[in-house]
């Protein structure tokens, strides 16, 4: 049983099946969508409808993530010190339900019921909804990821979470009414897949990873650090699909500045610090009007204003504090593990 919340936020409750579903909007009339036989289907999903669905059944659309930024979540989820784990308030702010309210002692992300959103399924909101990851509806009614690789690869290999874990997800696109050539091609143009490897170079989707394990990912070191420049030199929420990968590429670009360039600067709290700081720098002094990548400029893709001290300082508090940045706590768990 499949489960999904419509986009007048009602829960409906729809059988998955082997012999076909209804086909969805064949605006484009190249075929009608039907299930297949060893995956559930959700041809009939319209654009706005959360879905509730195993991590398992969806598919990545890019071939790697940063791994930095997921040894943050597992830090956090591991050796946290929040008063609640914080794999719940993630669970619920990735599901549209702004963040964890309560969880009982024995909570575990495999059973919704152990834990409380400070929403309930049905009483999203549109600010509740910006927060939601998102998906598209392929060929045979497969979900394909548009936004929320990090997300969903963090609960992945998290103990309580792995591919039978169930999240919501926001439909953004129907495409399972086209043949594969033109759902890749309707993907890459509407930002919502991304066909470089981690060294930046084309790939086939034939040559995506199957599902988002670690063992299945590559790690982009260039996405990865990037994570931590959010919100001191860059924002993300007006920014285009994959503006990270884009200012991944302004980055790569200049591992010839001692200032800007990743090897030697990623082992060490202080060390780490101070290349995020020159990152965010040297983005905050492009200029809202330079061209970064893409056809995107700076202010295009985010980069903010002026430096944030403010979050730099967060950003810079050791594990040892009550409440540890964010990098402090990617470093303890690569220390850890």
């Known amino acids: 049983m499949k489960r999904i919340i419509g986009s007048a936020l009602a829960i409906m409750a729809i059988a998955g099946s082997s012999a076909g579903v209804a086909a969805a909007d064949n605006t484009n009339g190249n075929f009608p969508c039907h299930a297949s ?93 910006n927060d939601i990851k998102t998906v598209v509806v392929g060929p045979h009614g497969k979900l394909y990821m548009a936004d929320g690789h990090h997300a969903l690869s963090s609960f992945w290999e998290t103990a309580d979470g792995g591919p039978g874990m169930h999240i919501r997800l926001k439909v953004v696109g129907n495409l399972s009414n086209l043949n594969k050539s033109a759902f ?51 924002a993300t929420d007006n920014a285009p699909g994959f503006d990270e990968f884009y200012w991944g590429r302004w980055l790569r670009a200049h591992q010839n500045d001692p200032n800007l360039t990743l090897a030697g600067h990623m082992g060490d709290l202080q060390s780490y610090l101070t290349l995020t700081k020159n990152v965010s720098q040297a983005m905050v002094a492009l200029g809202a009007n330079t061209q970064v990548n893409g056809g995107y400029t700076a202010g295009q893709l985010g980069a903010l204003p002026a430096f ?30």
């Not at 995956?39 to 669905?53: L, M, P, R, W, Y």
């Not at 909570?107 to 929403?119: S, Y």
């Not at 309707?186 to 897949?193: E, H, P, Y």
């Not at 982009?220 to 030199?233: E, S």
């Open 308 to 337: 944030s001290d403010k979050e730099f300082a967060k950003l810079s508090k050791p594990y040892s504090d009550p409440k540890p940045g964010k990098l402090a706590y990617t470093l303890a768990y690569k220390a850890a593990h």
């Open 184 to 234: 890749w091609d309707t993907m890459v143009q509407k930002n919502w897949a991304w066909l470089y490897d981690n060294n930046d170079k084309p790939i086939k989707p034939h040559q995506l990873p199957r599902t988002f394990s670690l063992k299945d990912m590559r790690n982009d070191q260039f996405r990865g650090m990037l994570y931590f420049a959010k919100d001191v030199g860059y």
């Open 37 to 129: 036989r060893k995956a559930v289907s959700f041809c009939d999903a319209k654009v706005g409808d959360i879905v509730d669905v195993a991590i398992g059944d969806v598919k990545p659309t890019q071939p790697s993530v940063g791994f930095d930024e997921i040894d943050y979540k597992l830090g956090r989820y591991t050796m946290g010190k929040d008063a609640i784990n914080k794999k719940f308030d993630d669970w619920c702010a990735d599901s549209g339900l702004v963040g964890v309210a309560s969880a009982q002692p024995n909570a575990t992300l495999r059973d919704a019921k152990t834990f409380t959103c400070q929403l309930q399924p049905g009483g999203e909101t549109a600010a509740s909804l």
